[in-house]
């Protein structure tokens, strides 16, 4: 059974940083592009971050030079640092491995004075 849980999010004001994990199980994790997705009430989801086994990356525009995605193929976790936090960054982050449309649960990252 695959599953993907999140955890690191929270409450933080602008300008400060916070580190998102996801802990994936039941596949060969070292063999899947993961990425970390957003939503934000009323917008659809959009691609954070992705990260092929290999450890090339992709950014959504949004992000570019703010947050770090990286992956640890032996401890089969995918981690987003996230860095200079703005109140738009508010949103549920979930992990995924989009080819086989597996999702975590979703985390609630909130950036607000």
């Known amino acids: 059974q695959v599953q993907l849980v999140e955890s690191g999010g929270g409450l933080v004001q602008p300008g400060g940083s916070l580190r998102l994990s996801c802990a994936a199980s039941?596949?060969?994790?070292?063999?899947?592009?993961m990425g970390w997705y957003r939503q934000a009430p009323g917008k659809e989801r959009e691609l954070v971050a992705g990260i092929t086994p290999g450890g090339d990356t992709t950014y959504g525009d949004s992000i570019k030079g703010r947050f770090t995605i990286s992956r640890d193929n032996v401890k089969n976790t995918v981690d987003l640092q996230m860095n200079n936090l703005r109140p738009e960054d508010t949103a549920v982050y979930y992990c995924s491995r989009p080819l086989r449309n597996d999702w975590g649960q979703g985390i609630q990252v909130t950036v607000s004075a």
């Open positions: 039941g596949f060969i994790f070292n063999m899947y592009v």
